[in-house]
T-cell receptor
Framework: DVKVTQSSRYLVKRTGEKVFLECVQDMDHENMFWYRQDPGLGLRLIYFSYDVKMKEKGDIPEGYSVSREKKERFSLILESASTNQTSMYLC?????????????FGNGTRLTVT | ELKVEQNPLFLSMQEGKNYTIYCNYSTTSDRLYWYRQDPGKSLESLFVLLSNGAVKQEGRLMASLDTKARLSTLHITAAVHDLSATYFCAVPSSGTYKYIFGTGTRLKVLA
C-alpha cells in the first residue's frame, strides 16, 4: 500500500514565523502535490512537483514555496506565516497521470496561525 | 480551462434510500477519480474510471463514466449511516500534471 506521511497532524504557529510542512511518500512516485482545503473553497493546489528539483506553481502559490531535494520528500514552506494561511494542508503523490493512478493523500496537517 | 462541477453540494437522506451524485466536467477527459473524505480526515481513493462506459462497484457505491457527455455518476444503493462523508470527483487536466477537483458533495445518512 502507498503511504504518504505528513510530519504533523496539528501545528500552531505565530504570525511571521517560518513554517515547514514535510511530506514523505514510499512508492517512488514522480508527482507530488500540496493542496490546502478550506470550508466552502474545496481543494486548491498550491504547488506540485513532477521530479526532483522540479516544481510548478498551482493556483494559489503566493506566500508559499516548496522544496524537493529527494524524490520521496516534498516540503511546503510558509516564509512568513499569516493568519489567512490557517488551513488544512494536504500532501499527495501519484504515478504519472497517464498511468491512471489516483492521488494518494497524507493524513493532513491542520495549521493554525495566531 | 477545465471546470468540474458536482451536484448536489449537500445531500441528506434516509437510511435504505437510493440516490445519485453527479459530476460534470467541461473539457475532454477519458478518466475520472472519486474520493471519499470523512470529517477531519484526509481523502481516500474510491474509484478510478479510465474509459468511456467504465463502471466500478464497491459495496453500496457504484460509479460510472460517460466521456461523451462529460459526466460521471456515483450511485448509492440502500444507504447506511457509514456512508456519511464528503465525496469528491477529480479530473486530470490535459497537458498538465494537475487534477481538478469538484466542490464535493457532503452526504449525511440519517438513521
Amino acid at each position: 500500500d502507498v503511504k504518504v506521511t505528513q510530519s504533523s497532524r496539528y501545528l500552531v504557529k505565530r504570525t511571521g514565523e517560518k513554517v515547514f510542512l514535510e511530506c514523505v511518500q514510499d512508492m517512488d512516485h514522480e508527482n507530488m502535490f500540496w493542496y490546502r482545503q478550506d470550508p466552502g473553497l474545496g481543494l486548491r493546489l498550491i504547488y506540485f512537483s513532477y521530479d526532483v528539483k522540479m516544481k510548478e506553481k498551482g493556483d494559489i502559490p503566493e506566500g508559499y514555496s516548496v522544496s524537493r531535494e529527494k524524490k520521496e520528500r516534498f516540503s511546503l514552506i510558509l516564509e512568513s506565516a499569516s493568519t489567512n494561511q490557517t488551513s488544512m494542508y494536504l500532501c499527495a503523490s501519484s504515478a504519472p497521470i497517464d498511468s491512471g493512478s489516483p492521488l494518494h493523500f497524507g493524513n493532513g496537517t491542520r495549521l493554525t496561525v495566531t | 480551462e477545465l471546470k468540474v462541477e458536482q451536484n448536489p453540494l449537500f445531500l441528506s437522506m434516509q437510511e435504505g434510500k437510493n440516490y445519485t451524485i453527479y459530476c460534470n466536467y467541461s473539457t475532454t477527459s477519458d478518466r475520472l477519480y472519486w474520493y471519499r473524505q470523512d470529517p477531519g480526515k484526509s481523502l481516500e481513493s474510491l474509484f478510478v474510471l479510465l474509459s468511456n462506459g467504465a463502471v466500478k462497484q464497491e459495496g453500496r457505491l457504484m460509479a460510472s463514466l460517460d466521456t461523451k457527455a462529460r459526466l460521471s455518476t456515483l450511485h448509492i444503493t440502500a444507504a447506511v449511516h457509514d456512508l456519511s462523508a464528503t465525496y469528491f470527483c477529480a479530473v486530470p487536466s490535459s497537458g498538465t500534471y494537475k487534477y481538478i477537483f469538484g466542490t464535493g458533495t457532503r452526504l449525511k445518512v440519517l438513521a
